[in-house]
């Protein structure tokens, strides 16, 4: 008997280590239910009985904080949350949303918008003129998320009246009308009230930044119930809201910081969870799809998956040693991994995207090549003295194996590689500095307009180079010039024929592995009348779990 | 209590030295005999000597050495077991059981490694401040051990090794940090009780240099509790080793690490149940067979104490 103790213990302790893979379920939170609400299940922000809920999974973190975040699940809820002047359309074009019609003048320099009248914000007071001025303010001094798209392009916003706004650029801009699904319109007043006198915005003290951490001030059609930063984000529905909601679009919508598959599987075959994170392994989306109910969609995104290369760390420095690897790496049997439907890149852009251009050089898999490229870099004696670090993220357990696989290629040509798995939050600290920026960072990135303009300047212009968007750290006066007066080009074929130049210049440089254009995939509950199931898709990040277009019909 | 022996001057050298062997052959035998007389001490004997070959010969035994270097063959991946690959392949069509056996020599070496370098600091510790019991040199290194073994094993090795670069040596060195304190805990406890002895006042008496009397005369006393210590802790610094390869601290990949293969398995549960669990047994197998050996051994020196 004396014996058998210490092996069942370990026994035990084996098990317990296994369990570890599988994180707390998300969904049971714990935290007590409210008082007086007895009869309610005892999940805490429970719906009344028979109310609808939409639950989706997402990677963390979110920051709904309308001038920082930018990343899919950022996107989504603010998409949720706020308003913006206008909507995207599937088209790719937009709609007149705050705004009810605008007009710019023939220098293209000074835009007009004229509100709808009767918007209420959250807190039910009135959505004014001064609100849009004081949300573009803020987006352009916080400056960060999405405020790429207004800085260096918005000269100045006033409003002359409570229903008018009017937008002075800098230069003419192709594309600022659609880049304004991106200014979600905030309730100044009560941003200003909740607003930190101590701050590094002068009297503007921390632009209530703390605040809009965890709290709305939009006028959307959901506002924010309850938000215990690492776990979930609770929204209920705004009933004021002035749109119109689809038949049995959800009363609450609960997005969920998950996406280990273990997890994934057992809320979705509970039914706790109705549409999952878009980072399913392709084993999971496969199992899922075996469940009663359960479906996979699958639809173009507009996103491209990258190799990020530092090109500014020793060897891939080199030029020759970033073709080395671009000749190195077998695409092929990369998207042969990946959901049916999904292609090799060409160049630095998503195909869909408005003005992608064919004809770039391209690197397709060949050792031999690799190995030439190679001889003439100019670590070639010493490379084994340079090992690649290539880091993947960790909530995206399909990036391992394209690690493995690039570890595997690299090997056969003679450059070694260090695999490293880092949680998102890391990579989002480690990639705004320089210094900390590692050799590979394997990221998908989703152009946030449907034209390729944006992403060229999310990707490779020198002002996003200390965020996640960027590893390459081109920090090139001359291209950040030619992306400025690309998307400073009104006409649109001109315009488009810019972005091929760029595009045909960045390919040559190889400033990244260009993998694949992916395929966005979620599992979802087939009682959900899901626009972008049905082939709806708004080509534009987040807008695609908008829930007052879902309905729930459970 | 002490093994040693003084010569009988009325025999010769030769004869003397016979005896010896006999009396050393003797006391084996003995001892192999109360060993042998619990079938698990053998079972867990013969698992850490398989276990130990295997990983010495893993290059030899297992069918596709290549595959626990930098390689990936999707066309045969998520493999079930056959006779082809025994514990099957993973997501990127490497063998299971190749990848098990090779995971085995980076548990043992963390065993070994751990343990040679925990053990002579930790016994040198807890000699020195055994003998100079309620010196000032007595407090400062207890309590210098009881602040490490204050803190949770587990909590203090992830700590440190998150820190460091993430790899084998530095969850070693992790490891290894919090690893000393038992040892000198163990060997300040038996130092205390043996300095007061007879045998080590005597040689006090007859002027014995500190040196002999702490490595000559109380050392040898110690050796058998370090040894079962150690074949019972070596279980335990490879389920450590294991845990914090499992949550990405240990081998890098493409190395096989136990732990890094059940983390990865773990993802692919229920349906490519092979993936985790195969590695998981071997966690199991090796821990279980150097605690079975250990208890056996434990047993054995408690038996010779009386």
Known sequence: ???????????????????????????????????????????????????????????????????????????????????????????????PWLAESWESSDDGLTWTFQLRSGVKFHDGSDLTASDVVYSMERMQAVGEGFAYLFTDVVADVSAPDESTVVFTLSQPNGLFLPSLIRLYVLNED???????????????????QEFLQTNDA?????????????????????????????????????????TEPATIRTLMSNQELDISDQWQPIESLEALQQIDGVEVAAFSNLTGFY???????????????????????????????????????????????????????????????AREELAQCQYADAIQDYPIEFVWISEVPDEEKFALLFQANMADIGIPVEIVSMPWLSVVENTSKLETSPHLVSIYVSSDLPEAGPLLKQRY????????????????????AAIDDSLATVDQEERFAKYRAIQADLAERAPSVFVYDQVEKHAYQSYLDWPAARGEIIPVMGYNIWAPAIGVNK | MSQRST????????????????????????????????????????????????????????????????????????????????????????????????????SLSMGLVVLSLVVPPGVLLGLVAGYYHGTWLDTVIMRITDIFLAVPPLILALAIASVLKPNLFNS???????????????????????????????????????????????????????????????????????????????????????????????????????????????????????????????????????
């Open chain 2, 7 to 106: 010569a009988m001057p009325s025999l010769g050298r030769e004869a003397w030295r016979e005896m010896e062997r006999n009396s050393r052959r003797e006391n084996w035998g003995r001892a192999w005999y109360k060993f042998s007389h619990n079938p698990l001490s053998v079972i867990g004997l013969a698992t850490v000597l398989l276990i130990v070959l295997l990983a010495i010969f893993a290059p030899f035994v297992t069918p596709y050495p290549e595959h626990a270097g930098p390689f990936t063959d999707f066309a045969n991946a998520k493999q079930p077991p056959s006779l082809a690959h025994l514990f099957g392949t993973d997501v990127v069509g490497r063998d299971v059981f190749t990848r098990t056996i090779f995971g085995f020599r980076f």
């Open chain 1, 190 to 208: 009560l941003v200003r009230a909740n607003t930190k006198a101590e701050g590094p915005y002068g009297e503007n003290g921390d632009y209530g």
């Open chain 1, 461 to 480: 212009h020198s002002s996003t180079a200390a965020t996640w968007s960027q590893n390459e750290w081109l920090l090139d006066p001359e291209l950040d």
């Open chain 2, 172 to 306: 070693m060195l992790a490891v290894s940090l919090m690893w000393w304190p038992w040892y000198t805990r163990l060997v300040y406890g038996l130092t205390t009780q043996m300095r007061n002895e007879y045998f080590t006042t005597s040689a006090e008496i007859m002027g014995a240099s500190r040196w002999h009397i702490l490595f000559r005369e109380i050392l040898p006393n110690c050796v058998s509790p370090i040894f079962t210590k150690m074949s019972l802790d070596m279980g335990w610094v490879i389920l450590i080793g294991a845990s914090l390869s499992f949550v990405g601290l240990g081998v890098q990949p493409p190395k096989p690490g136990l732990g890094t293969m059940v983390a990865n398995g773990a993802r692919y549960l229920p349906d490519l149940w092979w993936i985790a669990l195969f590695p998981a047994l071997a966690i199991v197998v090796i821990v279980l067979g150097f605690n079975l050996l250990g208890d056996g051994l434990r047993d054995l020196f408690a038996a010779e104490e009386i």
């Open chain 1, 307 to 369: 190799f990020m290369l530092n090109n500014q760390l020793a060897p891939l420095d080199d030029l020759h040693c970033r073709r080395a690897v671009s000749y190195g790496f077998d695409y092929d049997t990369a998207v042969s991994l990946e959901w049916p439907g999904t292609t090799a890149m060409v160049g630095p852009v998503p195909k869909a995207l408005g003005g992608h251009n064919p004809d770039v050089m391209v690197y397709p898999y060949d050792p031999e090549r």
């Open chain 1, 1 to 95: 008997m004396r014996k058998l103790f210490p092996a069942l213990l370990i026994l035990a302790l084996v098990l317990v280590l296994s369990a570890c893979a599988q994180q707390p379920s998300p969904a049971q939170p714990a935290q007590e239910p409210a008082a007086g609400a007895a009869e309610q299940p005892a999940e805490p922000g429970a719906a009344p009985a028979g109310a609808r809920v939409l639950r989706a999974s997402f990677a963390w973190p979110t920051n709904i904080d309308p001038a920082m975040g930018s990343d899919f699940s950022s996107g989504t809820a603010l998409a949720n949350l706020y308003d913006t002047l206008v909507f995207p359309n599937p088209d790719g074009s937009v709609k």
């Open chain 1, 218 to 258: 939009g006028s959307g059609p959901y506002q924010v119930a309850e938000f215990p930063l690492e776990e979930y984000l609770l929204m209920e529905r705004f009933g004021d809201w002035w749109g119109e909601f689809a038949p049995n679009a959800p009363d609450q919508f609960r997005m969920i910081a998950a």
